[in-house]
């Protein structure tokens, strides 16, 4: 009977697979399409194997921070600007700057935000406010009140150094910690006390991270849905987020008093009150979302600049004596950070850009051609997806020197372009040009300014960075935190 069973569902498996290969063959052959194709003046390229197209070569994973070799090859072959077909989709690759910072430029003109469908099932609606002008705005002028510049000086740089101080005194007391996790649980508590007053010291908190953690963890997972994968329980922990974030919000539209302080759940709630122009599902994906992009993204690129800094002692000795100049400075040495003193920060800017270039946190960004564009010769044509290569921008020999080289000092007279540069893609650019950097980037310096003025780091194992395709760090990064006192003593006896 077990054995009828088992038949049964391999072969139904196998009738949906073949199905689905044969219309994804029928797409891929399909002649109107291809014979507009033959007319267009497209780049250089190859489409690849039939429906499959360079997709193997283009996920394979990369053990370290340098081009990566899919790109190489294609740049030295056919030059900056090239096709491809990515698992079904045809793609113009571009590793062209100006051609970059045009695409980025036009959004909802000639070009709109474009997405993988897997991503989008995953990040749900908030991927809807990006690609909808009118959306973007509303949404736009509702997260400038919680992550805007008054904001972010008169509460967040002192609710961030609180947090950074906390956990840094509770990490000396363990053996190791695992840094990216610590890092990313501290920046959770940090941005969801903003988000919706959370509370880390209490249970529910605990269980919310739980299935943020399994959230993050099974993001880059191959995407299959059955029980024990990865990938099942990314959804599952998205699923229980989003049901935590409904009951909370339910609450709040009951309470009968306002909350002296407001967070981004009780502007949710006054834009659900009078004429929304937003519904409260939309809302929760966007809510959803913001947790997500705020905390993953700048815990990936805090973890990857401490290990900048663990390979380079001459930048970590210039940057604690930058740091400790202005703590010894100050009245009361448990005294806040003041704004002045953050804006002061020069050369630990430098090293937070640096660790941005290096890390290049947001490897790819799509846009869809909502007509053919003709530029550099070659047309694009309409319905295409751009795919734009930050990295590659990054790493650019002609634009930055020795560019795989960790070098903060050369951001020494180069002043970062407010929305971004055709040469400094890390927030993006133009109009979609990410509201968080500047929450990310005080974050990032605060945590630096209380760690390097108060203890110092041994690596216990891990380390290692991958590109696949986005960073990450396949063994962790385990290391002892140990007090600045106690280390000096231990090493200069």
């Known amino acids: 009977m077990e054995t009828d069973l088992l038949l049964a569902v391999v072969m139904c498996v196998t009738a949906l697979i073949a199905a689905w290969w044969f219309h994804l063959l029928l797409k891929w052959s399909s002649g109107g399409h291809r014979r507009r194709r033959c007319e267009l003046t497209l780049p250089p390229g190859s489409m690849g194997l039939p429906l499959l197209g360079e997709s193997l070569e283009f996920f394979a994973r990369i053990p370290s921070l340098q081009v990566v070799p899919f790109f190489k090859r294609r740049l030295e072959r056919y030059g900056p600007v090239f096709k491809t077909n990515l698992i079904g989709k045809d793609m113009i690759v571009s590793l062209d700057p100006e051609l970059n910072s045009y695409v980025l430029k036009q959004d909802n003109r000639a070009f709109q935000i474009w997405y993988p469908e897997s991503l989008k099932r995953i990040l749900g609606a908030v991927l809807e406010v990006t690609s909808s002008e009118s959306l973007h705005k509303r949404m736009r002028t509702m997260v400038l009140r919680v992550f805007g510049p008054e904001n972010l000086r008169l509460v967040l740089l002192r609710d961030v150094q609180g947090a950074a101080r906390s956990n840094l005194s509770s990490w000396a007391d363990r053996p190791s910690i695992e840094l990216k996790e610590a890092v990313s649980s501290m920046i959770f508590s940090v941005t969801a006390k903003l988000l919706i007053n959370y509370d880390a010291s209490t249970s529910s908190a605990g269980e919310l991270w739980k299935h943020y953690d399994a959230f993050t ?277």
Request: aromatic share 10%; hydrophobic share 40%.
């Open 217 to 493: 963890n099974g993001l880059m997972s191959f995407p299959v849905n059955i029980p024990g994968t990865a990938f099942y329980k990314c959804l599952e922990g998205r699923k229980n987020i989003m049901e935590a974030l409904k009951h909370m919000l339910d609450e709040r539209k009951k309470a009968a008093e306002r909350r002296e302080t407001m967070d981004f759940l009780d502007l949710v709630v006054d834009e659900l009150k009078e004429k929304p122009v937003l519904d409260e599902d939309f809302c929760l994906d966007v809510l959803f979302g913001l947790l997500f992009a705020s905390i993953h993204t700048t815990s990936t690129a805090l973890t990857a600049a401490l290990k900048f800094l663990t390979d380079n002692p001459k930048a970590l000795q210039e940057l604690a004596e930058e740091n400790e100049h202005i703590s010894k400075g100050r009245v009361g040495a448990s005294s806040e950070i003041t704004w002045e003193e953050y804006k002061s920060m020069k050369f630990t800017s430098n090293v937070i850009h640096e660790s941005l270039r290096l890390a290049n946190i947001a490897p790819m960004l799509f846009r869809k051609a909502n007509q053919d564009v003709h530029m550099k010769g070659y047309t694009i044509p309409e319905g295409w997806t751009v795919m734009i290569c930050p990295l590659e921008t990054h790493l650019n020999p002609i634009t930055y020197t020795d560019p795989n080289i960790f070098n903060p000092w050369r951001w020494k007279d180069i002043s970062e372009p407010i929305g971004g540069s055709k040469d400094f893609l890390v927030f993006g650019l133009g109009l979609r040009y990410c509201l968080g950097a500047d929450f990310a980037k005080l974050q990032i310096a605060t945590f630096l300014h209380c760690l390097v003025t108060n203890y110092r780091w041994e690596v216990v194992s891990g380390g290692d960075m991958v590109l696949s395709p986005a960073l990450s760090f396949p063994n962790g990064f385990h290391v002892k935190l140990i007090k600045k006192l106690e280390f000096v003593m231990r090493h200069y006896k």
